[in-house]
């Protein structure tokens, strides 16, 4: 079974950054995908950035591009998303997954785990 679960989220500053990890408890011999979205009240479920578990690709959203940093830690089975000069807008609850059919796509459809969302506020 796998278990995601996300940390770092709290409370930061517009303009500040903030970390998040997730660590994932995979078991497979195969390649896999792990995304970063986030969720605003009254909004849709957004994706953010994407790892592929060989740490040799990432994707991002445009909204997050040069803001956002995805990496990997295969050692501690640990990703991360250094978030920095945020916004307000960025307020939401974040969520990582994982799609261990390594489709290497940006809908939440293709993840098969979640973990419980941390939540990330940014004060103005």
């Known amino acids: 079974q796998v278990q995601l679960v996300e940390s770092g989220g709290g409370l930061a500053q517009a303009g500040g950054s903030l970390r998040l990890s997730c660590a994932a408890s995979?078991?497979?011999?195969?390649?896999?995908?792990m995304g970063w979205f986030r969720q605003a009240p009254g909004k849709q479920r957004e994706f953010l950035a994407r790892i592929h578990s060989s740490g040799g690709g990432t994707y991002y959203a445009d909204s997050v591009k040069g803001r956002f940093t995805i990496s990997g830690d295969s050692a501690k089975n640990t990703v991360y998303l250094q978030m920095s000069s945020l916004k307000f807008e960025d307020t939401a609850v974040y969520y990582c997954?994982?799609?261990?059919?390594?489709?290497?796509?940006?809908?939440?459809?293709?993840?098969?785990?979640w973990g419980q969302g941390t939540q990330v506020t940014v004060s103005s």
């Open positions: 997954a994982v799609d261990l059919l390594d489709r290497w796509r940006n809908t939440e459809a293709f993840y098969d785990y």
């Open positions: 995979v078991r497979t011999f195969r390649g896999y995908t």
